[in-house]
Structures are given as structure tokens and as C-alpha cells.
């Protein structure tokens, strides 16, 4: 893991940029000399590390005294895409104009986008946990798909907030049948491009005991700010 830039910020997060092999991604850390628990966060769909949401959400958490890590997975962010990422994006687009189903085009991208990013992650989870700065547990939070395939394979998460905003592949659904780990997953009742029952479905189907559903009236944006500090409450009863 190598350090590429580093700035103090005005609320005393300390940010860093990094880039491990061909990986790149940035950690958040707070002022504080002990080792902070450390929690990954990933935006649906593969949407850049740099996505503003998800930096406030980042530094929230520091706020509350954990290191976030976040990444461009393989085809996410400014990385690379395959011809096929760039094909299966150019059909969804045409489909949506068009009003067609676009179940099996989801499956064509996001399935192989979440596949290719579990080893990534995986490995940057390595890398941080060899920084002194950091110790465990491990929390992840963010994008729904990836965070089924990782805390399947895994095992150091301990929780997980997993946002129910984006496509999530077959698999994944048959897989959350083998998530026991403390969930906390947050819905938008109304959002257009995600149906509500198969959220309550996929909710329904994770083999944790201990599962909570937050759901909130309005679109896919209109996440309340208050299910931050919720969320990081939630980390807090399992990570420290």
C-alpha cells in the first residue's frame, strides 16, 4: 500500500490516498492515537469512490471514531471497463428509453462487476489491517450486492449496513441465506428503480438473527440524514 497524498481536514479527519497494486481508494482516519475500528463503504453499482454522498457519510463515521476505506473496484470509478461493462451499460441505457425489461441486463453487468470486486476489497482489507492505526472489528456499509458476496466469503465483518438502492444479482440472492452476521438495511419505500418486494424478499431471506429495516417514504436519493448517525449507532453496538 502506497500513499499518494494526505490532507488535514477541517473537522481533524485525516485523509488519505492510496493505491495498492492497480487498486486505488482513500482512507479516513480519526485524531485519535488508538487503533480505530474500521468500517468499508462501497456506493451501489460502482459509482467512484469520490461520489460526494458517499465522503460526507465517510466522514461521519470517522466522527464517530472508526476508519472508513473505500475503493474503485475492478470497472468501477475511474478504473478501467471491459467492452462488455461498456456494452451491458449501452443496453441498459436503450432499454430504459425504451421502457423494456431490464432485469437480464442488470444481471449481465452488476453480477461479474460484484464478482470482480469481492478480491479487490479483500485484498485492500489486508493492507489495512497491517497499518497500525487500524484495529478491528470490521464493519462494511453501502452497496447491497457487494455486501452479500462479502461478508459470504469474508469472515472478519461483523456487521453490515447494506442499502437496498441497486440491482442485486440472483446469486446474491440465494447467498444471503448465508448472512448471520448483524444486519442493518435501509429501503426507500418509493424508489423507483428498486421494487419494494424484492427488498422485503431479499430482507426476509438473510439467515441473521439479529436483523433491522429501516424504511423511509421517498426516492432513491431521499435518504434521510439522520439513518447516518442510526447506521454508525448500529456499528457501534457490534464494533466496539
Request: overall charge negative; aromatic content about 8%.
Amino acid at each position: 500500500m502506497r500513499f499518494t497524498s494526505e490532507q488535514r481536514l477541517d473537522d481533524g479527519v485525516l485523509e488519505r490516498e492510496f493505491t495498492l497494486g492497480e487498486i486505488p481508494g482513500t482512507l479516513w482516519t480519526p485524531e485519535s492515537a488508538a487503533p480505530a475500528p474500521l468500517i468499508l463503504m462501497a456506493h451501489n453499482n460502482g459509482l467512484p469512490k469520490g461520489e460526494p454522498r458517499l465522503v460526507a457519510r465517510a466522514r461521519q463515521s470517522v466522527a464517530y471514531g472508526y476508519a472508513v476505506a473505500t475503493i474503485d473496484a475492478p470497472g468501477c470509478g475511474d478504473r478501467p471497463r471491459s467492452a462488455a461493462d461498456e456494452q451491458a451499460r449501452a443496453d441498459l441505457r436503450r432499454a430504459m428509453r425504451a421502457g423494456e425489461p431490464v432485469d437480464e441486463i442488470f444481471e449481465s453487468f452488476i453480477g461479474p462487476l460484484v464478482e470482480k470486486a469481492v478480491p479487490d476489497w479483500r485484498t485492500t482489507l489486508d493492507a489495512l489491517l497491517a497499518l497500525p492505526e487500524i484495529g478491528g472489528p470490521i464493519g462494511y456499509s453501502g452497496w447491497m450486492a457487494l455486501g452479500v458476496r462479502l461478508a459470504v466469503a469474508e469472515p472478519r465483518i461483523a456487521a453490515a449496513g447494506l442499502f437496498a438502492g441497486g440491482y442485486v444479482p440472483r446469486a446474491q440472492r440465494e447467498e444471503a441465506r448465508q448472512v448471520t452476521i448483524p444486519l442493518l438495511m435501509l429501503l426507500q419505500w418509493d424508489d423507483e428503480g428498486n421494487p419494494r418486494q424484492r427488498a422485503l424478499d431479499l430482507f426476509d431471506a438473510f439467515g441473521a438473527k439479529e436483523k433491522t429495516l429501516h424504511a423511509n417514504p421517498g426516492g432513491h436519493t431521499g435518504t434521510p440524514w439522520f439513518e447516518v448517525h442510526d447506521g454508525n449507532r448500529f456499528f457501534d453496538r457490534h464494533l466496539k
